[in-house]
């Protein structure tokens, strides 16, 4: 008597994960279908209408203060400031604050205060001392 053998089945799990594969990079690098609208833009309007900022700076010393080199007081600060850049508002105008090792950190506290409540936008300049 002869044992009949059944016919080896071939697993197709591997062979259904191997076209999902290729399926999947097939669709993700043909190229994607595009439509073209043609689209009438205006022309690019080029002129020189941003104001180019002013730098002003705003010097405190143990002598005082001073403002692009002309002396002035914590109370006439924005009046001057206002002056140099010949405008009557100049609240959130960018202003540059230095000082020296030798002076007071109070004072320089105290012309960093003045120059916030009065609305300027402060950028403060230091020196590295070797």
């Not at 002869?2 to 016919?7: A, D, G, H, I």
């Not at 105290?110 to 001392?129: M, P």
Request: hydrophobic share 40%; net charge negative.
């Amino acid at each position: 008597m002869t044992v009949q053998s059944s016919p080896q089945k071939m697993d197709v799990v591997p062979f259904v994960g191997v076209l999902l594969a290729l399926l999947v990079t097939i669709i993700s690098t043909a190229p994607a279908k595009t439509s073209s609208t043609r689209l009438d833009l205006p022309p690019a309007i080029v002129c020189d209408c941003v104001p180019q900022p002013t730098n002003i700076t705003v010097t405190v010393s143990e002598f005082g203060l001073s403002v692009d080199d002309h002396g002035t007081t914590l109370a006439a600060l924005q009046a001057d400031i206002c002056r140099q850049l010949g405008s009557d508002s100049c609240v959130g105008a960018r202003v540059t604050v230095r000082a020296d090792a030798e002076t007071p950190y109070g004072r320089v506290a105290d012309t960093v205060a003045q120059l916030g409540k009065e609305g300027f936008k402060i950028n403060l300049l230091n020196e590295d001392i070797a």
